[in-house]
């Protein structure tokens, strides 16, 4: 006799086992691309899913494409915190930090007064000025993953996906250039280039672009931001339970989503120390895994043809979020001399 719990379980297995291995041969194919031409794995997989839209209209992938986009993400997002841990925060000193904080801060809110000023929903500033001032995509999909379900929110992740790893490629060429032509020395070349480029892959890129102290220096100031990942998520929640939320969706998202918390207690433990060495590489492996078949997933559920209709205003905001944050970063600087 079959239990009904084993029974359900082999049922989902069944249902979404087609869309999970879809996803993670696009996924693969991506990694493969991305070694190949030095481009990001990322938009490799966005390109690639909404190549493969067609699966989406498959019943047998549908289940599976959706596992990708909401689970396989969430687990992605949690194992983000084996990047991180306390020391690597405080061993540049509070300054950094203090920048940090305000950049993200007030990136974040003028992103969303700005988005709303030019007739686009919170969401939309929540997803783009998230994006842009924490950890590119990684970002925008725990954020996205954070979200009460809306019709246009797969649109808006797809483009902000589309636009941040643009952006970030364009930071990777400009920024190094924009410090050098600036005088910066080593530390506040680092903390530019760690503190305004989007993606942690760039940022990190752009730093041992220029030296090694700059991108040690840079590599700490990027994982500072992704740090702040977990009290902007909180926060997004917090604002998705209000009363507006509840008029679109009477199913309130919780206070603290299950997957950040794992991402803080990872955080704790690996800051620790208890975590060995070859587990906390092989969750970080495992977490970058998730997050581009996650993509991939989006990628196939996305529709090319509501992309196309965007028009200029979606791009003129994430360009400006974008020079908004570099300015902002560099005032600092100026400030904290």
Request: glycine share 10%.
């Amino acid at each position: 006799m079959k239990l009904p719990i084993a029974s359900g379980f082999g049922q989902r297995l069944s249902a979404t086992t087609p869309g999970i291995v879809a996803c993670v041969v696009i996924a693969a194919a991506a990694k493969f691309l991305s070694e190949q031409y030095h481009a990001p794995v990322m938009l490799f997989a966005l390109l690639l899913g909404i190549a493969m839209n067609f699966l989406a209209g498959e019943s047998a992938c549908t289940p599976g494409i959706a596992f990708s986009a909401r689970t396989v993400l969430r687990w992605g997002v949690a194992l983000l915190g084996l990047r991180i841990t306390v020391g690597d925060i405080s061993a540049l000193g509070w300054q950094p930090a203090v920048g940090v904080v305000v950049s993200v801060g007030l990136t974040m809110a003028i992103s969303i007064a700005a988005a709303r000023l030019m007739g686009f929903r919170t969401a939309f500033g929540v997803l783009s000025g998230g994006a842009t001032a924490i950890c590119g995509g990684s970002a925008a999909l725990a954020l996205a993953a954070a979200m009460p379900a809306h019709p246009q929110r797969e649109r808006a992740l797809s483009f902000t996906l589309i636009g941040i790893s643009t952006l970030s490629n364009i930071a990777l060429i400009l920024y190094p250039v924009i410090a050098r032509a600036l005088g910066l020395d080593p530390t506040q070349a680092g903390i530019f280039l760690g503190g305004s480029i989007h993606e942690v892959a760039q940022a990190v890129g752009a730093g041992y672009s220029v030296s090694v102290p700059v991108g040690d220096t840079a590599t700490v100031v990027k994982l500072m931001r992704v740090v702040m990942l977990l009290p902007v998520i909180a926060l997004t929640v917090l604002l998705m339970r209000g009363p507006a939320s509840q008029a679109s969706d009477s199913r309130r998202p919780p206070l603290l989503p299950w997957f950040i918390i794992l991402f803080a207690a990872f955080v704790l433990v690996n800051s620790l120390g208890w975590i060995p060495q070859p587990v906390v590489q092989a969750g970080v492996s495992l977490s970058g895994w998730c997050l581009v078949v996650a993509i991939a997933a989006v990628g196939v559920k996305t529709q090319v043809r509501n992309l196309l209709t965007v028009g200029i205003k979606p791009i003129v905001l994430m360009i400006g979020e974008t020079l908004l944050l570099a300015a902002i970063v560099l005032g600092l600087l100026r400030l904290y001399g």
